[in-house]
DNA sequence: GGATATTGGTTCATACCATGTACTTAAATG
DNA sequence: CATTTAAGTACATGGTATGAACCAATATCC
């Protein structure tokens, strides 16, 4: 008896995880889509190219960026970046100079449009994401976040099990 | 009294949502970029584009789909569901047949070869996303689902406000 | 000091994602 | 039966991304 106990248990808790990790798959891809959706209609907007906006946004409080180190926060190919600093530099939204120290190294830094571009994308990005949490009530807010947290995290080590 | 009372109080609740919201932002896009390394990663792994493999995922139960059919499905173009038939068809997954009834009508069908890559597929990211919720407590497995839930319906809101 | 790596960046070929327009053929409709 | 509508394809265009080959300049090592 105990067994068959044991076997509707296990079945039953099966059944309940089969059932969450097909909502759990779902409300990923449909948060994603979201986020795609929102980022494709900032590049429309702005009738910028969305790895040129990303790039845009790179530069925080920095003043200059290398190529390589573009290359190295957007996560592409270095002849990629290439392409990248091409069309921010021809719609005047960043400008290269030649590094005094090392005649191999450019220093891509914001034109002044470029700075206005770059806050207002930043703001509105700002405002998108507190109109999100003021959706929830403010108790709910704190507890989204660490849900948010732990799933990262969760996504993180099941990506480093997957070989 | 109560004013300044009111200021402070509105402040640091402004200060609050101020760090929440861009910590959740920071979050989305962690959970965003890790889904975009998934798909890849299971693309390079099938030697199959992400496009062709999000097709082949359509044929749940159905027998048959149209072009139409698989283009609202996707939400791409119908131009670009052409291409991607063309590809699984070049490496037999799908084959298409005529529509007996309506000769405008291009049915498309899995190959045996195409169902048995499907399965594998389905089979593989089921079993992540049960990894998935297997890292966390019983407990927490309805909470997270549940904060995913709003957050969904919440950004779907958000959206919609968008202009 | 000069030969030999190494590094930063560009160019080019290639492949994938995606759209929109124009076009063909076939069905529906008046 | 003529016209409109629908399904699918072809093609031009543009965006994302990589990798290999390459050039120029700096570093390194005898």
Redesign the interface.
């Known amino acids: 008896m105990l067994h068959t106990m044991n076997n509707r248990e296990s079945d039953s808790?099966d059944v309940l995880?089969?059932y969450?990790?097909?909502?759990?798959?779902d409300?990923?891809?449909?948060?994603?889509r979201?986020?795609?959706?929102?980022t494709l209609?900032l590049s429309k907007k702005f009738d910028i190219p969305e790895a040129e906006l990303r790039c845009l946004m790179l530069f925080g409080e920095e003043r200059y960026l290398t190529a390589k180190g573009i290359s190295q926060k957007l996560d592409v190919a270095k002849s990629r970046v290439t392409k990248i600093i091409n069309g921010l530099v021809q719609k005047r939204l960043v400008e290269s100079i030649d590094d005094p120290k090392d005649a191999r190294i450019k220093l891509i830094g914001l034109t002044s449009k470029g700075h206005k571009k770059s806050r207002q994308l930043g703001d509105i990005?700002?405002d998108?994401?507190?109109?999100?949490?003021?959706?929830?009530e403010?108790e709910?807010?704190?507890?989204?976040?660490s849900?948010?947290?732990?799933?990262?995290?969760?996504?993180?080590?099941?990506?480093n099990?997957?070989v």
């Open positions: 808790t995880l089969e969450q990790s097909q909502k759990l798959q409300l990923i891809e449909e948060v994603v979201c986020c795609k959706e929102r209609f990005t700002k998108l994401h507190q109109k999100l949490l003021l959706e929830f403010p709910q807010r704190k507890m989204v976040i849900c948010l947290e732990i799933l990262r995290t969760s996504m993180e080590a099941v990506k099990q997957m």
